[in-house]
C-alpha cells in the first residue's frame, strides 16, 4: 500500500525550530513532487511548501518565506521541512501528499493557486499528519 508518513512535530516555544519528516513506503519518491500543507483549528487547509522532483524548484507560503526549508533526499525516500522561528500562527497539524507528477500543481510563482479542500483533489497518499505546537 503506498503513503505518506510524517514525523517530528511537537511542542516547541516561539522562536524554536523543528524537522519534519516525510517519508514514502510502497513507492519512491523520485519522480514525483511532494507538498507540506497545515491545517489549524477552524481554518481551511493551506499549503506551505512544494518541491518538484525534475529541477528541485521550490515553492513557500509568504508567511514562512525565510524560516522554513523544504529538501528531499530520494535515497532516503524522504522529504523535509525544516522550520525555524517558529511563530504561535505556525501552530496545526502538517501533512504532506504528492499530486502524483513532478511539478508542484496548484504553486504559482509566487505563491500558491489552490486552496482549502481543492488541495485533497490534486494531491494524494495524505498521511495522518503530525501536531505542531507552537506556545509559550
Known amino acids: 500500500q503506498s503513503q505518506l508518513v510524517e514525523s517530528g512535530g511537537g511542542l516547541v516555544q516561539p522562536g524554536g525550530s523543528l524537522r519534519l519528516s516525510c517519508a514514502a513506503s510502497?513507492?519512491?519518491?523520485?519522480?514525483?513532487?511532494i507538498g507540506w500543507f497545515r491545517q489549524a483549528p477552524g481554518k481551511e487547509r493551506e499549503g506551505v511548501s512544494c518541491?518538484?522532483?525534475?529541477?528541485?524548484?521550490?515553492h513557500y507560503l509568504d508567511s514562512v518565506k525565510g524560516r522554513f526549508t523544504i529538501s528531499r533526499d530520494n535515497a532516503k525516500n524522504t522529504v523535509y521541512l525544516e522550520m525555524n522561528s517558529l511563530k504561535p500562527e505556525d501552530t496545526g497539524v502538517y501533512y504532506c501528499?504528492?499530486?502524483?507528477?513532478?511539478?508542484?500543481?496548484?504553486?504559482?510563482?509566487?505563491?500558491?493557486?489552490?486552496?482549502?479542500?481543492?488541495?485533497?483533489?490534486?494531491?494524494?497518499?495524505w498521511g495522518q499528519g503530525t501536531q505542531v505546537t507552537v506556545s509559550s
Open positions: 501528499a504528492t499530486p502524483q507528477v513532478s511539478g508542484c500543481v496548484g504553486w504559482g510563482v509566487q505563491r500558491p493557486i489552490l486552496y482549502g479542500s481543492r488541495w485533497a483533489v490534486v494531491y494524494d497518499y
Open positions: 510502497g513507492f519512491t519518491l523520485d519522480n514525483y513532487a
Open positions: 518541491i518538484s522532483s525534475s529541477d528541485g524548484t521550490t
